[in-house]
């Protein structure tokens, strides 16, 4: 079948947004074409710093013929109901089918042609694309990232004609920009296009850059004896700036290494776009870095590499100012400074903040196994450096540079530590801080950014979370996790939090219980999605957390032992069975209160099955809560596993709604003590099955 193919030249794209424009147009343009019921093959979607190409396989010629049948109004409904169908649908009365009492509108069309719907698409595409950012040019009204230039529209081979604002499609195409041939070619289809750029040095694949790019430059640093840096950030940005990416390996001046390592690389990163090089003999950083060319040049790129090493050494100079001129500063100076900046209108300055998460680190700390002067000495120091040269010079690098200028101060290196990584972990890829000191610092700066937020009524909803609450919901989970740390949210995270603020005189909006309450909900939906994430049931984390423990480490200890139990014949079949034992007692209690009181054993008459559960269910409470007890919740669980056999005996053997109110009463009282016992565990009826 004939094969579509799409070219959108013009000036450079921003790397930024190149693979976010190529799944714009393979949205845009599938949404057109699957309208007028077209299918396909294949489609694949390129994106560089001058193109956007599109390629489509197996398209038909046209679209089929098309019988659509729409459900109108009832035959009852308003006069007005059968107009708008009828407006809708462009038909009379008279062509409508009445079938059960609804008018239906049987409307056919035929397939239009491939080439039509696709010129039609592209238009709308060009004319409507959502960049970030667009410009106009020249004297037309078109809005595009950049200029464009051509524009390559072929089907079966043949151009698809037509014109967009003095845009005339075509067949042809152009090369690189500097080593190209210089001049416009023509291409017949895909594989054709794709050589012919190749030949004229233009990789339109990101996957083929960066392929690319990483050979050549581990090359260059093996010649050296180098080891490339890995930067994924870096190189899927460099991809985007070359359409021949020629990695060279430059040298920069050895007295820039007494820097710290992350300003360097970020110098490198940040301005110039340059990957970091390592000696594998030696620690820290080699005197090198690697720059991404776009040409290969005659002299190696010796020229290139020696430029680019004189506008580096500019940049570092400067890093090396703001290092200087930092430690002449130190922290009172910059904390003092931080009193004049808002944090927020309603939460005070930071300088305010820096106070609340000082006075709740103070509290954690115990919790942590921390000392707690020197978790409250690191907390006043963890946001001095936001005043820093160098922070303002590189946002980036805050809490790091705190970190560095700490130990430079005297501080012991615990503080100097908790400085640096109190903002950790910033994301589900990040390293998750474990010294004692940190892991108080850390929480207590998620914690104060969480109720704080809350209690001025500015919690996240839907997709909308412009404070990143649900990333510090998540660190603080990830960190008490994986310290171990045994804090109950609100007994004592919450409430401490919600003293320094109110020390702090912040005008809550909530109430102290609603901000629990929504918190506490909030960090459910947290945990869930973490342990969601690791392979456990959603279902399970809603049944602990429904016993109200707030204790994280138990929670997930309960659900982990939980999900191993229903994954057994045992828990599967008891689970049932506490179903079955709970829709009784549902439907019971509808009609009234439940009887209360001991479960009687050796009635007259009495089922041996009753009298067994009777007594399962007694030792089963002892054992379960002697488990509980201890946070063995294996061995709960195997507590529960035991009254698997008396229930299923009960359920088979034994008539719970018996006519003798005495034996009805018993068996009620019976079932609620299994619900009970069971319910100590976790709430069985929000698991599903």
């Keep these: ?82 107009e708008g169908f009828l407006r809708k649908t462009g038909l009379t009365q008279d062509q409508l089918v009445e079938r059960d009492g609804i008018w239906f509108a049987e409307i056919s069309s035929k397939g239009r042609q491939t080439t039509e719907v696709f010129a039609e698409a592209v238009d709308q595409i060009v004319r409507s694309f959502p960049w970030p950012k667009s410009m106009r040019w020249g004297a037309g009204t078109l809005r595009w990232v950049r200029p464009i230039k051509r524009i390559i529209a072929l089907f079966d081979g043949a151009v698809v004609p037509f014109e967009i604002d003095g845009i005339q499609s075509g067949d042809v195409t152009e090369g690189h920009r500097f080593m190209g041939s210089g001049q416009p070619f023509a291409v017949k289809d895909f594989a054709d296009y794709r050589a012919k750029l190749e030949r ?79 000696d594998p003999s030696k620690d820290g950083l080699a005197p090198n870095f690697l720059v991404v060319a776009n040409v290969e040049a005659t002299d190696g790129g010796q020229a290139l590499a020696a ?97 560095y200028y700490a130990r430079l101060a005297g501080y012991p290196d615990a503080v100097a530590d908790a400085v640096r990584d109190h903002y950790k972990p910033q994301g589900p890829g990040d390293s998750v801080p474990t010294a004692p000191v940190t892991v108080a610092v850390a929480i207590a700066e998620k914690l104060d950014t969480l109720v704080g937020f809350f209690a001025i009524d500015e919690k996240p909803t839907g997709s909308r979370d412009p404070y990143a609450l649900r990333r510090a919901a998540l660190g603080v989970i990830r960190l008490v996790l994986e310290s171990g740390a045994r804090i109950g949210l609100r007994g004592d995270a919450f409430s401490a939090a919600m003293a320094a603020l109110d020390r702090g005189n912040v005008q809550r909006a909530v109430d102290k219980l609603a901000v629990e309450t929504e918190l506490s909900a909030f ?20 049944a602990v957390f429904a016993l109200g423990d707030d204790d994280l480490v138990r929670i997930v200890r309960r659900v982990e032992a939980l999900a191993a139990f229903l994954a057994t014949d045992d828990g599967a079949n008891l689970l049932a069975g506490y179903k079955r034992a709970s829709n009784i007692l549902k439907a019971e209690e509808k009609k009234g209160p439940l009887p209360e009181g001991a479960v009687a054993t050796g009635l007259a008459n009495q089922p041996a099955e009753e009298t067994a559960l009777a007594f ?3 030792a089963a409470a002892t054992a379960v809560d002697a488990a509980l007890e201890t946070e063995d919740f294996a061995a709960a669980m195997t507590a529960l596993a035991a009254l698997r056999g008396p229930v299923d005996a009960f359920f088979t053997g034994v008539m719970v709604n018996s006519d003798v109110a005495e034996e009805r009463e018993n068996r009620l009282k019976l079932l609620g003590q299994v619900r009970g016992v069971m319910g100590r565990v976790a709430d069985f009826g929000q698991i599903a099955g």
Aim: aromatic fraction near 6%; charged fraction near 25%.
């Design 1 to 82: 079948m004939p094969q579509l193919l799409l070219e959108i030249f013009s000036e450079e794209i921003p790397a930024r947004m190149q693979q976010g424009a190529a799944r714009d147009l393979e949205r845009m343009v599938s949404d057109r074409l699957k309208a007028a019921g077209l299918t396909w093959e294949a489609l694949n979607v390129f994106a560089g710093p001058r193109r956007l190409t599109l390629v489509i396989d197996g398209l038909p010629v046209a679209a089929e013929d098309r019988n659509e049948e729409v459900k109108g109004p009832k035959t009852s409904a308003p006069a007005q109901a059968l």
């Design 200 to 278: 004229d040095f233009v990789l339109i694949d990101v996957a083929d850059r960066k392929l690319r790019i990483l050979e050549a430059a581990k090359a260059a640093c093996a010649a050296r004896g180098l080891v490339l840096v890995d930067d994924d950030g870096l190189l899927d940005e460099v991809a985007g700036l070359a359409e021949w990416p020629t990695p060279i390996l430059g040298d920069m001046d050895p007295q820039f290494l007494s820097l710290p390592p992350e300003v360097v690389r970020l110098s490198m990163k940040v301005h110039q776009k340059y990957f970091a090089v390592r």
């Design 307 to 403: 430029g680019n090493s004189r506008v580096l050494s500019a940049r570092l100079n400067d890093a090396r100012f703001f290092w200087d001129e930092d430690q002449k500063v130190g922290f009172d100076a910059w904390n003092d400074k931080l009193k004049g900046v808002t944090f927020h209108a309603k939460l005070g300055t930071l300088a305010e903040r820096v106070d609340r998460i000082a006075a709740l680190a103070r509290e954690i700390a115990p919790l942590v196994g921390a000392d707690a002067d020197q978790a409250e000495q690191a907390a006043r120091l963890s946001k001095a450096d936001l005043a820093s040269g160098m922070v303002s010079e590189f946002p980036e690098l805050q809490g790091i540079m705190g970190g």
């Design 523 to 542: 960090f459910a939906d947290r945990l869930t999605v973490l342990l969601r994430d690791q392979g456990q049931r959603h279902d399970l984390v809603a």
């Design 616 to 618: 399962a269910a007694a």
